[in-house]
């Protein structure tokens, strides 16, 4: 008999997933066990960058990453899901920086640290709030921080023993420089965009013959850095220039005129001159034709005493004066407006320069074809986004810039032997910060000198993040964990940072301990608007996460971020389409209530067609989401059960159902609630708090303590054929009564066709079948 529904509120609350996750927290449900018996898998989990928001396609690709550590889980692995926070880096500095309207370097190096820590512990805590508000299984008893002594000790041993391989050296080379972040970065920093910019039309002299040349440039200001003019060999127009030299207006210097096909007879004039340094072809030919270069601009993007007149001029207002005084000579002939694909610093988009600095390297280029065949070893998810990898590493030219002149990021490790000038480094093993304390050394191992200078600058933010996966598998620290850990491991990022965190982390893992970073790599999309265009607060279209979570809670937010976006696709991200997905949440919700009336009955030695139908479908289903939740797409399972409770479960079965449910039939109770079970465990992973709510209700335990349903060989595959007549003639008897006016639950005659007089019974009770 019907009773009362267990599941007492009306209406699914957003509110219940709050109290949902301190009961999660209070049980420490999710702990992992590392002498577990079962297979280990570890995540490394991208540890979120801790600025001010967190942009909402993060969360949803968060949302992916804890779908993967519950259906692991559900699968019957043990699963190891640390969560970490990144706090290195230059945004943050930049941050501290705005707010006090100071350069860093006006403060002193502790002072400055100091402020930087302390705003990046405001942030810190507000990244983790929505990482529970979203029910990330992860650990959140032991979150590491990249800037903690524990890591950046675990950064430096590391860097200790790729230069005790002689895999580090420093070099003095051009490097591309981004003037308003000043430090070097590398190319995998450096994102490329058509701006406009103008073109200058200017006229040189050749030496030899004293005819007018006009060349045009986009960066004028470097003329004090020509050190070659270059004319196509088959450019008919300039054939008498061969062997001839050119005068650089100006300053009066003498360049070789040289045939080359760099120079493009399309282009301008036909005539380009080569400066240290306006892009990267320049510093290709100035090592191909062995010049010799000119430091025109310096670290703080300022022209150098080689500009003569324009020294410690911004290389912008120094183009603009030297303009000027080209025009008052007649040597500017002409100038036009062009779109000109100009390399822009990743982070804060200023144009890179092109200067020459001596910085630290790590050897990459003679690795590259181990990196490819690491790659190799390593399953993608999809496999589509591998392909992205692949075209990085083929056009890596330089081997990586592993040095910074920044502050809030771990230090070099290195100390100078003033006498001979020899590098050491000290045993890894411990923090060192050789900026503010003595060196480890009692003397230098080259020449016995007493007295050494510390190492002032910095790694590359990247050199922490790259050894993730060895950091929290406890490499170095832990043998026996680091051998359960390490073997098993997925790691999931977004597409965006494919060129630096998943490469360098192949990279470092093959340099350090030649074996594979990881076994799988999961590359989920980025978050765009509806259209597809990136969402930012001044083009209107940004969702701002926390107000929405408030809105429409987790569990809808997460079905959206499933149901919507195929594998490794871009989220397109639109309130309404999320609003949306929370009716899906009602439904189960209140089919869920329904069926919490009846008791859960045990198996019957005999179930009605009816019954062995439905089981049938729920087989199929099982199937579905078992091979979606195998290759981690979550599209699958997610519009799979979305289809089986709205189209098929709720309104053919629960209708056809209810008569005998409510005469207390155990065939009907038996199945409502497996089918009802089952369903709850294997959207579990998707939607983890209202799963968990009703499986807590009506089954007195936690539904993330369960493994994923199996099929049963009982459950006949063929009665799922009759599934489409089923649906047909429901919807018909429906659509008949409707146009007559009548009520659903009006007698009514109507034959029942062959295929379906199996369901008889039901089928008149639905239907009030006369
Ligand atoms: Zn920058
Ligand atoms: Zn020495």
């Known amino acids: ?299 703080e993007a300022k022209m150098t005493d080689k500009a003569g007149k324009y020294v410690g001029l911004p290389v912008e207002e120094a183009r603009v004066q030297l303009i000027e005084d080209l025009k008052k000579d007649g040597l500017v002939v002409k100038e036009e407006k062009i779109m000109h694909r100009t390399p822009l610093c990743e982070r804060c988009k200023a144009p890179v320069e092109f200067i020459m600095v001596k910085e630290y390297y790590l050897k990459q280029l003679e690795f590259l074809n181990d990196i490819r065949k690491k790659t190799d070893e390593i399953k993608f998810f999809p496999q589509k986004n591998k392909q992205i990898l692949v075209n990085w590493i083929d056009s890596i030219k330089i081997d990586w810039p592993i040095s910074r002149r920044r502050y809030y990021a771990t230090e070099i490790p290195i100390w100078t032997c003033n006498k001979c000038g020899e590098k050491l480094v000290p045993k890894g093993g411990r923090y060192y910060r050789p900026w503010r304390e003595p060196a480890p050394f009692f003397k230098c191992t080259k020449c016995g000198g007493k007295e050494f200078t510390g190492e002032t600058r910095v790694f590359d933010t990247w050199m922490d993040s790259s050894i993730s996966n060895l950091y929290i598998t406890k490499y170095k620290k832990d043998l026996p964990f680091f051998r359960k850990t390490f073997p098993n491991m997925i790691r999931p990022q977004g597409r965006e940072i494919v060129r630096t965190w998943l490469y360098y982390t192949i990279l470092k893992s093959h340099l350090l301990l030649k074996k594979k970073a990881w076994k799988y790599a999961f590359i989920h999309g980025l978050g765009m608007d509806e259209e597809g265009k990136k969402m930012s607060k001044s083009l209107g279209n940004y969702i701002d996460i926390r107000p929405l979570l408030d809105e429409v809670g987790a569990d809808a937010f997460r079905f959206w971020a499933a149901s919507e976006t195929g594998l490794g696709d871009d989220f397109r991200m639109s309130k309404e389409r999320i609003v949306g997905a929370s009716k899906f949440l009602t439904k189960l919700w209140n089919t869920a209530r329904f069926i919490s009336m009846f008791e859960d009955k045990p198996e019957p030695q005999q179930l009605i067609e009816t019954d062995r139908w439905v089981l049938s479908e729920l087989g199929k289903l099982i199937k ?107 919807s018909k008897i429906w659509k008949e009564k409707k146009e007559k006016n009548l009520p659903l639950n009006s007698e009514y005659t109507a034959n029942i066709p062959k295929k379906l007089m199996l369901f008889e019974r039901d089928l008149r009770a639905m239907h009030k079948l006369k």
């Open 1 to 299: 008999m019907p009773t009362e529904p267990k599941l007492n509120e009306k209406n699914w609350e957003a509110k219940i997933e709050k109290e949902l996750f301190q009961i999660w927290m209070r049980e420490d449900l999710y702990k992992f066990n590392p002498n577990s018996p079962k297979k280990i898998l570890s995540i490394d989990t991208p540890p979120p960058y801790v600025s001010g928001d967190w942009h909402p396609g993060s969360v949803a690709g968060y949302s992916l990453i804890d779908m993967i550590a519950r259906s692991a889980r559900m699968s019957g692995l043990s699963v190891y899901f640390p969560m970490g926070l990144d706090r290195n880096g230059i945004v943050i500095e930049r941050t501290v920086e705005k707010k006090h309207n100071k350069s860093m370097h006006d403060f002193t190096r502790d002072e400055f640290l100091g402020l930087c820590a302390q705003l990046i512990n405001e942030y810190g805590e507000s990244i983790l709030d929505t990482a529970k508000l979203i029910g990330l299984s992860c650990d959140f008893q032991n979150v590491y921080k990249t800037d903690s002594e524990d890591y950046r000790t675990m950064t430096q041993a590391t860097f200790i023993d790729l230069w005790k391989k002689g895999l580090v050296y420093e070099d003095f080379r051009p490097s591309n420089f981004c003037p308003h972040c000043r430090t070097v970065i590398a190319d995998a920093e450096i994102e490329y965009e058509e701006l406009e910019t103008r073109l200058y039309y200017i006229n040189f002299k050749v030496k030899e013959t004293l005819e007018n040349i006009l060349i045009a440039t986009t960066r004028p200001e470097l003329l004090c850095a020509c050190q070659a003019v270059l004319i196509h060999p088959d450019d008919e127009r300039y054939r008498h220039l061969h062997g001839k030299n050119m005068i650089v207006p100006h300053y009066n210097r003498t360049v070789p005129i040289i045939d080359h096909a760099y120079a493009k007879p399309e282009f301008g004039t036909g005539v380009v001159m080569i400066c240290s340094f306006g892009d990267q072809g320049d510093i290709a030919l100035f090592r191909e034709l062995n010049l010799e270069p000119i430091l025109a601009i310096d670290m």
């Open 624 to 730: 579905v989401c078992e091979d979606g939740y195998g290759e981690y797409n979550f599209f699958i399972p997610a519009n799979a059960i979305r289809d089986f409770i709205w189209n098929v479960f709720a309104p053919h079965y629960v209708e056809m159902v209810k008569t005998r449910a409510y005469e207390g039939g155990e065939s009907a109770s038996y199945t409502l609630h497996t089918v009802l079970k089952s369903v709850l465990k294997l959207l579990a992973p998707i939607c983890p708090f209202m799963t968990d709510k009703i499986y807590r209700e009506l089954y007195r335990s936690s539904v993330h303590l369960e493994e994923f349903p199996k099929t049963r060989k009982e459950w006949e595959k063929k009665l799922t054929k009759v599934t489409p007549d089923l649906v047909e003639f429901n």
